[in-house]
């Protein structure tokens, strides 16, 4: 795994070089990692000034500057006895539907009224996957048309909930390159549509992120964010992941919540996200 990989070069250095040399090679190991040039600048600086020499004290440090970055996260909570509205987002093949599917689940678990939208238009494959999804986890579902106007199904979708008076709607929208403007300014439209019926508190735009992307996983966070002003994280494959470094570069640099952590195929695995679970799996203790 990366991570194994990762900790045995830094050991490596450390075992091989003396006490004088650079830092050049860690530099590089951190690179490696995903870790932006900003950030891996940042770590360096806090390193040397404490003129660490020896491998576990390194690590500790490390692990130490990593907590800080990711402790720094607060998140919007919900609101109970109020319409939530969770908007999902992201490029595709990033696993949303799912991840649609688990939130409601985790929600249907606490006792909560939740529907799902199924306002991915543009495949007829999509639209079937979110509905037998919802026919797993026994919750209802707004759809339309293949090839209907995203927008109008999530029209339908408020007026649901407004008058069922439920407690969560989420919107499963297609999949879309970061860099493609119609595409984006579509999510604007179903935005406006939400912002219509409820305040602007109530909603909540997630992007989701494959664990595995590397260093392009903070482009797509900053021109989503850019259209959409981005209220969480949500990062699949958790249980894969064999970098994400590019994690810590977002939360330093955008200072976007992480809210929570898909971990594998079940409905039940998602977790929310704490700095202790990302750390030891960023480091590989199990």
């Known amino acids: 795994m990366a991570q194994i990989n990762f900790l045995n070069k830094i050991k490596e250095f450390f075992l091989q070089r003396d006490k004088s040399d650079n830092l050049e090679r860690i530099e590089e190991i951190l690179l490696e990692a995903d870790i932006s040039v900003d950030l891996v600048e940042k770590i360096l600086n806090k390193l040397k000034e404490k003129s660490i020499k020896e491998y576990q004290d390194f690590i500790a440090e490390l ?25 999902i987002v992201g490029v595709n093949g990033v696993g949303k539907t799912t991840t649609c599917a688990k939130l409601a ?10 529907l799902l939208v199924a306002a991915d238009t543009f495949r007829a494959a999509a639209i079937e996957q979110i509905e037998k999804l919802a026919q797993m986890i026994k919750t209802d579902i707004i759809k339309g048309e293949p090839g209907a106007d995203p927008a109008s199904v999530v029209f339908d979708s408020m007026q649901k909930a407004k008058k069922s008076k439920l407690d969560f709607v989420i919107v499963d929208t297609a999949g879309r390159l970061h860099n493609k403007f119609n595409l984006m300014q579509e999510l604007n439209k179903i935005q406006k549509v939400i912002l219509k019926e409820i305040n602007s508190k109530n909603l909540f735009s997630l992007i989701v992120l494959d664990s595995n992307t590397g260093k392009n996983m903070l482009n797509q966070v900053k021109e989503f964010n850019e259209k959409l ?16 470094g590019s994690l810590l570069s977002i939360k330093n640099e955008l200072k976007i919540p992480i809210k929570y952590l898909g971990c594998g195929e079940n409905m039940e695995d998602i977790i929310e996200f704490t700095p202790e679970i990302y750390i030891k799996k960023f480091f590989d203790i199990n």
């Open 63 to 87: 692990k130490n500057l990593i907590y800080m970055i990711l402790a720094d996260n607060q998140t919007n909570t919900f609101y109970e006895n109020e319409l939530n509205v969770i908007l």
């Open 105 to 114: 689940k985790k929600f249907l678990n606490k006792n909560k009224k939740v």
């Open 229 to 244: 002003k981005i209220s969480g994280i949500i990062l699949t494959k958790f249980d894969s992941m064999s970098k994400a």
